[in-house]
Nanobody, 127 residues
Framework: QFLLAESGGGLVQPGDSLRLSCVDS????????MAWFRQASGKERKEREF???????????AYSQFAEGRFTVSRDKRSNTLTLQMDNLRPEDTAVYYCAATTSNVARMEATAYEDWGQGTQVTVSS
């Protein structure tokens, strides 16, 4: 059973935008750091790449270099939703995007630090 549910993926053209959402329907991760990761085709689970994250208290966000300036992560604790706004998408952004939660109260960049994951949502950027 997945406690985190992602949505919003799809097929878009280069330069387009997408908005991904991750809902914690059981309100399990209120005190957890949360983040978005991505896994490109042919990569293994352990190679999931950090995209962006938010600590449990919303005190700041962290981005990978490729996401800085194009992606925006936000967290709404009232609706228990983590959102990733992705603008100016590129073909190399094509991947399955996962939402994850960690008992660490900060948004760690290592996938191994996250205990709970959603099923993922496919993002394909192609002309």
């Amino acid at each position: 059973q997945f406690l985190l549910a992602e949505s919003g993926g799809g097929l878009v053209q280069p330069g387009d935008s997408l908005r991904l959402s991750c809902v914690d329907s059981q309100r399990t991760f209120k005190k957890h750091g949360m983040a978005w990761f991505r896994q490109a085709s042919g990569k293994e689970r352990k190679e999931r790449e950090f995209v962006a994250g938010v600590p449990w208290n919303n005190s700041g966000s962290a981005y990978s270099q490729f996401a800085e300036g194009r992606f925006t992560v936000s967290r709404d604790k009232r609706s228990n939703t983590l959102t990733l706004q992705m603008d100016n998408l590129r073909p190399e952004d094509t991947a399955v995007y996962y939402c994850a939660a960690t008992t660490s109260n900060v948004a760690r960049m290592e996938a191994t630090a996250y205990e709970d994951w959603g099923q993922g949502t496919q993002v394909t950027v192609s002309s």
